[in-house]
């Protein structure tokens, strides 16, 4: 008997996600992984936009919203600093996130300054450091999803309480004095994800202006397409993009930003997606940098695009 293609397409994607693994997937797998026939085997799906207004205008189905700045508060005066591990595991556990599933995680994407990618990338970074290997983000987020005419749902959706492991790996984030040690060494690069102007120091956004001493810009968005910003640029494109500014492969790298956010999309995209083997991020970045020891820490302003 002939076996149905709904179940082939449904196999092959099988295959595809067995393996723990943390990636990227196109709408359409996302899609036949959503409408599984065996309901054990459909992913928890998150969808991490920051307006709650904007789950209720419509968001995958099955789609848990899981908003990503709750994972985030102020810690001895600084601003959006990551949650203490008992706080963070109880709203993982609660949104589902569970160490024996695929995890399907979204946002939504337009031109600049849409930036939503960017809440998808820092809660990946949370589920793998809590130990969750099993992710794929939905190149193109909510944007492509609804360019391909695929059905958008209304209703609401809540996961039953997920399970984490027992262990995580905080080894994949830095504290500020992994930093100064790791700036201006061969080999090693500190990258600012965050746009030029801010690398520069021309904004009015920090508390103080510039960038870590011996780190490079390189600005996130350089990675995606400029019409929908949740969707990543071809392969080969963005390898010659990275290897122009120096970033590749042989380098132990650590990435920052303003507030971690920006960070988690390029450490994210080095370490998952190229396979680059020595990738972490600075989870304090620019707003914890700018604070420490009195506000003394060196700073520097200038500069330019690396590669550009």
């Keep these: 008997m002939k076996a149905s293609l709904p179940f082939l397409l449904a196999s092959v994607l099988g295959a595809s996600v067995c393996r723990a693994d943390i990636g990227v997937i196109s709408p359409a797998e996302a899609k036949a992984l959503i409408e599984n026939a065996d309901a054990s085997q459909r992913p928890v799906v ?28 102020t810690d001895a005066a600084v601003p959006v600093q990551y949650l203490p591990d008992r ?9 589902g996130a569970d160490k024996n599933r695929l995890h399907l995680v979204y946002a ?11 809440s998808t990338s820092m809660v990946v970074y949370v589920l793998e450091k809590y130990g969750i290997n099993n992710i794929r983000v939905v190149d193109g987020g909510l944007a492509e999803w609804k360019k391909r005419r695929l059905p958008v749902a209304l209703d609401y959706h809540g996961n039953s309480a997920g399970s984490l492991p027992w262990r995580g790996d905080k080894s994949i984030g830095v504290d500020v004095k992994t930093v100064q040690a790791h ?22 956004v ?5 960038h870590i001493p011996g780190a490079i810009s390189f600005h996130w968005a350089r990675l995606m ?36 956010r920006e960070g988690s999309l ?26 420490l020891d009195g506000k003394s820490l060196p700073a520097q302003t ?7």
């Excluded at 706080?87 to 949104?95: P, Q």
């Design 266 to 291: 390029l450490y994210f995209y080095l370490k998952h997606v190229l396979k680059y083997p020595r990738v972490r991020l600075y989870e304090g970045s620019w707003k914890e940098y700018v604070w």
């Design 206 to 210: 920090w508390l103080r202006k510039g």
């Design 87 to 95: 706080l963070t595991k109880a709203l993982l556990k609660r949104a």
């Design 108 to 118: 939504t994407g337009g031109k600049l300054p849409n930036d939503e990618i960017l």
């Design 183 to 204: 700036a201006g060494q061969p080999s090693n690069l500190l990258i600012d994800a965050r746009p030029l102007n801010e690398f520069q120091g021309d904004d009015d």
């Design 46 to 73: 998150l969808d991490t936009r920051g307006g709650y207004k904007d789950y209720f205008r419509g968001h995958l189905p099955a789609a848990h919203h899981l908003n990503f700045d709750t994972l985030r508060g």
């Design 302 to 308: 200038g500069g330019r695009a690396a590669g550009r």
């Design 225 to 260: 397409e400029t019409h929908n910003t949740h969707k990543f640029k071809p392969l080969a494109a963005n390898k010659t993009e990275l290897a122009r500014a120096g970033i590749t492969p042989d380098k132990n790298i650590i990435c920052y930003c303003g507030t971690s």
